[in-house]
Structure formats: structure tokens, C-alpha cells
């Protein structure tokens, strides 16, 4: 199995400007969850995904984060318009009946 | 709100020493999580524990859950350069939802 897959892994954008990260869950897990990581405020749960339902998102931080998990492979992390405190690492992780977790190697976003 | 608090912050020690990292919480949660996350990389899974007062061992690693379910230990013996890496804990209130994760510990194990 691959893992969880996450792109790009490396993301530069300038303030204002659109960024929509991507996930790929291991096949057959039914969990989804989307994280950050920063220095100051270590791993924050941002919201998470149950059979494709968002379950609990009171962990993103603002209107201009959104997430969708169109089907049991795929979720996207959308932020618009970014801004330079949204730099951070952000995982994706999935798991079967929400027990264990495996995290994806992160994108590291910097907005400019 | 910092649900977990994890000490030390930082740790640094030499090859062959023994330590122990702690989680504490003041709320009681159904299970805790171990995870060690290397540099550029997602955290990876150790350990589960879940009964109060259980102890699980992992080669040299050694967990433990506080009877009361809102504390947590892990004890390394003998300590590599390949232990080196940011550990964290992670509780949850509800048997398969969302985990919270403390604010780690930073080891680094000397050569």
C-alpha cells in the first residue's frame, strides 16, 4: 500500500492567491482527517471526515478554509484567499473506524 | 486551550541514557495515543493504550497510562541516535473520534 498521499508537497504563493491542497486516502479506510502544524501552536485538528461526511470542522479557523471529500479517495483543503499567518504544514491522515490514524508526509505551504 | 501538556519541551541526551517523556491532562480520556514524527514527515503511530494503569512495551520503549486515564508516560531505555525525533501524545474523549495532541517533545539522542 502507498500510504496516504498528499500534493503538492511544496507550496509558495503569494497573499491573496488561491491554494488547494490534495489527498488520497489508503484504500478502504473510512476516516479522513485534515491537520496543521506550526511552531506556536503545534498539530490542530481542522476538521474530519466520516464515510465522506464532514463530521466536525469547528477546527478550521476561518470562512476562507473549506474542505470536500468528493468521493472515498479524494479530499482537497482549499484556502482563498491565503494569507501569510496560514504558513504552516498541513496533513492529511485517514483511518478505519476512527482508531488509528496514518499521516501523509505533509504539504508545507508559505504565503508570501 | 491546551488540552495536553507534554514535558520536557526539549530533551537532549546522550547514547545508551534512559529517559521518560510525560503527557498530562486534566481530563480523562477513553484512549491515548504515542506518536514519533521525524523531520519532514507525517507522525507515525506507536502505541494505543486505552485501561487505566496499562503498560505496553514497544522493544525499549515502554508505555504507561495513568489509572485515572488522564496521564500518560513513555519511558525510553537506552537510548539511539535513531530514536532522535518530536514525540506526541494525543487523547480522545470518544472511542473513535477526533484525537487532540499535546505539544510534544523534541528529542535528540547524541552519538
Known amino acids: 500500500d502507498a500510504g496516504v498521499i498528499q500534493s503538492p508537497r511544496h507550496e509558495v504563493t503569494e497573499m491573496g492567491q488561491e491554494v488547494t491542497l490534495r489527498c488520497k486516502p489508503i484504500?478502504?479506510?473510512?476516516?479522513l482527517f485534515w491537520y496543521r502544524q506550526t511552531m506556536m501552536r503545534g498539530l490542530e485538528l481542522l476538521i474530519y471526515f466520516n464515510n465522506n461526511v464532514p463530521i466536525d470542522d469547528s477546527g478550521m479557523p476561518e470562512d476562507r478554509f473549506s474542505a470536500k471529500m468528493p468521493n472515498a479517495s479524494f479530499s482537497t483543503l482549499k484556502i482563498q484567499p491565503s494569507e501569510p499567518r496560514d504558513s504552516a504544514v498541513y496533513f492529511c491522515?485517514?483511518?478505519?473506524?476512527?482508531?488509528?490514524?496514518?499521516f501523509g508526509p505533509g504539504t508545507r505551504l508559505t504565503v508570501t | 486551550t491546551q488540552l495536553l501538556e507534554q514535558s520536557p519541551q526539549f530533551l537532549s541526551i546522550q547514547e545508551g541514557e534512559n529517559l521518560t517523556v510525560y503527557c498530562n491532562s486534566s481530563?480523562?480520556?477513553?484512549?491515548l495515543q504515542w506518536y514519533r514524527q521525524e523531520p519532514g514527515e507525517g507522525p507515525v503511530l506507536l502505541v494505543t493504550?486505552?485501561?487505566?494503569?496499562e503498560v505496553k512495551k514497544l522493544k525499549r520503549l515502554t508505555f504507561q497510562f495513568g489509572d485515572a486515564r488522564k496521564d500518560s508516560s513513555l519511558h525510553i531505555t537506552a537510548a539511539q541516535p535513531g530514536d532522535t525525533g518530536l514525540y506526541l501524545c494525543a487523547g480522545a474523549w470518544d472511542t473513535g473520534n477526533q484525537f487532540y495532541f499535546g505539544t510534544g517533545t523534541s528529542l535528540t539522542v547524541i552519538p
Open positions: 491522515a485517514s483511518g478505519f473506524m476512527g482508531y488509528e490514524q496514518y
Open positions: 493504550v486505552v485501561t487505566g494503569g
Open positions: 481530563s480523562v480520556f477513553s484512549s
Open positions: 484504500s478502504g479506510h473510512d476516516y
